[in-house]
């Protein structure tokens, strides 16, 4: 009996341990999301601001388009990278129920491999590639897909990663906020 007691007070002190062990590792884990965040907001230009000549021409952009309300999404993206052909894919369903549709531009440093049907559906919204090799080194962007929406003049509007449709909506939501605090 008295060996029985003392291996269930073993088991009971490993429990609350591991108990222990696994609310710290929770800790670590929700720390090193939050630290993520703040560096997806470090990349690339800040909220509100404009775009540079630079960057606008390494990406293709041209201000002013026929459409002044329209936004534009741009979706830097780099050879090799799968989440950015999965974005690329996905994008058409992403936006087919949208009333108001962006312009679409991808640029990267190699045309990625999508397979014809993907390519001719984007072509299709009027999405331009755009192979642009310095573009993610001209826009301080490190993390791939990264999408801004821009509005006509080259403003950020919205800026993040772009791999599923909540990041397109996170997107959307963002720069809704951010034309708010525009002055008129």
Do not use: Y
């Amino acid at each position: 009996m008295n060996v029985m007691s003392i291996l269930i007070g073993v088991l009971v002190a490993l429990v609350v341990i591991q108990s222990i062990l696994l609310l710290l590792l929770f800790r670590q884990v929700g720390a090193l999301l939050l630290a993520r965040v703040d560096v997806i907001a470090a990349e690339g230009p800040a909220l509100g601001s404009l775009v540079t000549e630079q960057m606008a021409k390494s990406v293709g952009f041209h201000r002013n388009g026929t459409d002044a309300a329209r936004r534009t999404l741009l979706l830097l993206t780099r050879r090799g990278c799968g989440a950015c052909e999965t974005a690329l894919r996905s994008l058409p369903g992403w936006l087919k129920d949208r009333e108001e549709k962006p312009a679409l531009l991808a640029a990267g440093d190699g045309m990625l491999d999508l397979d014809p049907a993907s390519r001719t559906r984007l072509k299709t919204m009027g999405m331009v590639e755009h192979e642009a090799l310095e573009a993610l080194a001209v826009f301080g962007v490190h993390m791939t897909p990264f999408a801004f929406l821009l509005d006509a003049e080259g403003r950020v509007l919205a800026k993040g990663i772009l791999s599923r449709e909540e990041h397109l909506k996170q997107l959307e939501s963002q720069a809704q906020e951010q034309e708010a605090a525009l002055p008129s």
